[in-house]
């Protein structure tokens, strides 16, 4: 399913603040990765593109997320590639409060250089936050379990070494 970029008005944003994120904010946090190549045939010199999601129910208090690559020899070491990601969390000052809430699509898109070993990303707790306007709360749908306007939550795109060196990945 495909979210458009959703526009929050300062009334659904104190309703998120008083409804939604105290019926969340004392589970435990717990979560899962779900990595998905966009295709499964790929050949050496081509791209590898990697759509990741993360799956799970509460809030973390500080978030990363390391991917590291089975061999740096696999991947070309001219162009290592990119992660793309569009989700963060903003604080809006409403009835002398700070309130929270995720923000995500692409006017929110970021980008980070990989290298030959993998990446370390800050997850924003935008990631794990509630989709606002989501009715069911007694299993809320998380911002990072998505996309928003046709972006996957984090995306990496690879570019193979033409030929491999095998005899290093034995």
Same mark, same amino acid.
């Given at each position: 399913?495909?979210?458009? /970029?959703?526009? !929050? *008005?300062?009334?659904? #944003?104190?309703?998120? $603040?008083?409804? %939604? =994120?105290?019926?969340?904010?004392?589970?435990?946090?717990?979560?899962?990765?779900?990595?998905?190549?966009?295709?499964?045939?790929?050949?050496?010199?081509?791209?590898?593109?990697? /759509?990741?999601? !993360? *799956?799970?129910?509460? #809030?973390?208090?500080? $978030?990363?997320? %390391? =991917?590291?690559?089975?061999?740096?020899?696999?991947?070309?070491?001219?162009?290592?590639?990119?992660?793309?990601?569009?989700?963060?969390?903003?604080?809006?000052?409403?009835?002398?409060?700070?309130?929270?809430?995720?923000?995500?699509?692409?006017?929110?898109?970021?980008?980070?250089?990989?290298?030959?070993?993998?990446?370390?990303?800050?997850?924003?707790?935008?990631?794990?936050?509630?989709?606002?306007?989501?009715?069911?709360?007694?299993?809320?749908?998380?911002?990072?379990?998505?996309?928003?306007?046709?972006?996957?939550?984090?995306?990496?795109?690879?570019?193979?070494?033409?030929?491999?060196?095998?005899?290093?990945?034995?």
């Amino acid at each position: 399913m495909n979210y458009p /970029d959703t526009i !929050l *008005t300062d009334d659904d #944003i104190i309703e998120y $603040n008083r409804e %939604v =994120l105290p019926r969340v904010k004392n589970i435990e946090p717990i979560y899962s990765i779900v990595a998905r190549a966009r295709s499964h045939n790929i050949k050496g010199g081509e791209n590898i593109d990697i /759509d990741i999601y !993360l *799956t799970g129910q509460g #809030i973390p208090n500080a $978030n990363k997320l %390391v =991917l590291l690559w089975s061999s740096p020899d696999v991947i070309d070491d001219s162009r290592p590639g990119v992660a793309t990601y569009c989700i963060g969390e903003v604080t809006k000052k409403l009835n002398g409060k700070d309130m929270a809430v995720p923000v995500a699509g692409r006017n929110y898109i970021a980008h980070q250089e990989l290298d030959l070993n993998g990446i370390v990303l800050h997850l924003s707790r935008g990631y794990f936050l509630p989709v606002p306007k989501y009715k069911n709360l007694d299993m809320p749908l998380i911002v990072g379990e998505r996309c928003h306007s046709g972006y996957h939550p984090i995306s990496i795109s690879l570019k193979l070494c033409v030929k491999p060196n095998l005899a290093i990945m034995r």
